[in-house]
């Protein structure tokens, strides 16, 4: 069983761009989750999708977007960068009623 | 605001010592209680998660007390190794598999 995959483990952009991280996640889990973790933080929850909606979602920007296609994977999309982005973008995966698997995450830095 | 509030920020044990780390919390509403532990560059790892319907779980060397009145729950590594040097992260959530509030994290090390 692979666990939680993500892509790209690292990733620079430059401040304006637009990025996607995306997810695998764990065998038989249906939702995904993403969360923001800067240097020295917790992570803070962004969305969490399920069913290819977004069912919840954190206290971030419209910038911050995301998908979850029919296979369940899902994409985080970040458009027009601060230098603020810059953190590790972590995926969760879990199967209904049970506790998330986090993924080694993306290390997104912005310049 | 902070959902989920952890100490201390650091901590430093004596290998074979007991490390505890002590998380409170406000909503009432949290129903799930999970331990994270994290290394450099990696995702958190699910180590621990008790319901508030117990007031103790212990799987092998790590024990979740949980204190319902008091809004309070701690971690407890018994035997503590340089192994388990990495940050530690409390979490809540309404609803086990929804949303987490992650506590700021504890970083510990276990010194040979």
């Known amino acids: 069983d692979a666990g939680v995959t993500q892509s790209p483990t690292h990733l620079i952009k430059t401040r304006g761009q637009q990025v996607t991280l995306r997810c695998s996640p764990k065998s038989g889990h249906d939702t995904v989750s993403w969360y923001q973790q800067a240097l020295g933080q917790g992570p803070q929850f962004i969305f969490q999708y399920y069913e290819e909606e977004e069912r919840q979602r954190g206290n971030f920007p419209d910038r911050f977007s995301g998908h979850q296609f029919p296979n369940y994977s899902s994409e985080l999309n970040v458009n027009a960068l601060l230098l603020g982005d810059s953190a590790l973008y972590l995926c969760?995966?879990?199967?209904?009623?049970?506790?998330?698997?986090f993924g080694q995450g993306t290390r997104l830095t912005v310049v | 605001q902070q959902q989920v509030k952890q100490s201390p920020q650091s901590l430093i044990v004596q290998k074979g010592g007991i490390s505890i780390i002590n998380c409170a919390y406000e909503n009432t509403a949290f129903d799930y209680f999970p331990w994270y532990q994290q290394f450099p560059g990696k995702g958190p790892a699910l180590l621990i998660a008790?319901?508030?319907?117990?007031s103790e779980k212990k799987e092998g060397r790590f024990t979740i007390s949980f204190n319902k009145s008091a809004k309070q729950f701690s971690l407890h590594i018994m035997d503590s190794q340089p192994g388990d040097s990495a940050t530690y992260f409390c979490?809540?959530?309404?609803?086990?598999?929804?949303?987490?509030?992650f506590g700021t994290g504890t970083s510990l090390t276990v010194i040979p």
């Open positions: 979490a809540a959530s309404i609803v086990t598999g929804n949303q987490f509030y």
């Open positions: 969760a995966s879990s199967p209904q009623g049970f506790s998330a698997f």
């Open positions: 008790i319901r508030p319907d117990v």
